[in-house]
């Protein structure tokens, strides 16, 4: 079973977080620039932390150079993998 979610990107953020839908999207802001790919290597980062799988179960299949990202996960199905990204985690604390 693979999710794929739609997510949109606003690097360069004050703080990494789930800020919540966008559309038929998920946005997400991260503290990363867009240089060099580390935008995308801390979305990567932060989703399969958020969503408690293996970094390599994280693949980032569509758009790369932009905002508008298309991610799959291994392990989970669509619904439960948006259902984790929109509960906030315990303690209420952000990742970055």
Do not use: C, W, Y
């Not at 299949?61 to 259902?83: C, F, M, S, T, Y």
Request: hydrophobic share 45%.
């Amino acid at each position: 079973m693979t999710a794929r979610l739609v997510l949109h990107v606003q690097p360069r953020a004050s703080r990494t977080e789930v800020v919540g839908p966008h559309g038929d999207a998920v946005k997400v802001r991260l503290a990363a620039p867009p240089v060099d790919g580390a935008a995308n290597a801390a979305l990567v980062r932060f989703l399969a932390e958020r969503l408690g799988v293996p970094r390599d179960a994280v693949r980032l299949v569509g758009g790369a150079g932009g905002r508008r990202k298309l991610v799959e996960i291994d392990g989970l199905d669509a619904a439960e993998a948006q259902r984790r990204l929109l509960t906030p985690p315990a303690g209420g604390a952000a990742a970055g």
